[in-house]
């Protein structure tokens, strides 16, 4: 089992590159070795589908609500969707939430909205909250041509403090094209090739089998 940090905060290069398949799949591996896991989406715009695919892998042990606090109806970054409303998000209130559900398991997962930079609420974007909460980072990107450039941009923007410990995962693309063959192995050997995990295209990520090599790269994730 991968040694775990209190709270793993998955972002991303961009909206749409896959942090919800990666999370689903994170913590079905989770439950499946037995660690006290939660996951959770605080904040979606435009529809709710992303953390109702959070529900579902947690057998909707945990409400709707519950990992999903704040949800808008505008297809825009949280804070422009959460203004349109009259509802203003204030870090406070956040991070309370943050820290009462790390409190309830041994691994927290959160899935951010956007990208890393992406605005959230009012002063706040995800690279705050992983700052404050001390956060192991995540960082998901579309293995296509642009990803070094998108990863490293995304890395660099990190706070100082999680660089070193965040890693990449590059997921599979449904129509790869030519630079999936160099793009893992180009990234490990500009940001070290430990902290480069590659995902294959997995769309029903409530459905796939964890096989022992989808496995291990959770692991390695996870680690």
Not at 32 to 53: N, Q
Not at 159 to 168: D, I, S, T
Not at 172 to 188: E, H, I
Not at 206 to 212: F, K, R
């Amino acid at each position: 089992m991968p040694a775990l940090s209190r709270i793993i905060f998955i972002t991303g290069s961009d909206t749409g590159v896959g942090k919800t398949v990666l999370t689903t799949l994170l913590i079905r591996r989770l439950r499946a070795l037995g660690v006290s896991a939660l996951a959770v989406k605080p904040f979606c715009s435009g529809g709710r589908d992303d953390a109702e695919a959070l529900h579902a892998a947690q057998d909707g042990e945990i409400a709707l609500d519950a990992l999903n606090p704040w949800h808008f109806r505008a297809p825009l970054t949280p804070l422009l969707a959460a203004r349109r409303e009259g509802r203003t998000l204030e870090l406070p209130d956040v991070l309370t939430y943050l820290r009462q559900a790390a409190e309830l398991s041994s691994c927290l997962l959160v899935e951010g909205a956007g990208g890393l930079l992406s605005p959230l609420g009012e002063g706040f974007a995800a690279d705050e909250l992983i700052a404050r909460l001390r956060a192991r980072a995540v960082v998901v990107c579309p293995n296509r041509l642009g990803v070094i450039n998108q990863a490293r941009l995304t890395l660099g923007s990190l706070p100082k403090a999680a660089r070193a410990g965040a890693c990449v995962v590059l997921m599979g693309q449904a129509r790869p094209d030519g630079s999936v063959k160099t793009n893992a192995t180009l990234l490990g050997e500009l940001v070290g090739a430990e902290r480069v995990i590659s995902m294959p295209f997995l769309p029903r990520a409530h459905e796939a089998a964890l096989s022992p090599k989808l496995a291990k790269s959770l692991d390695a994730v996870l680690a």
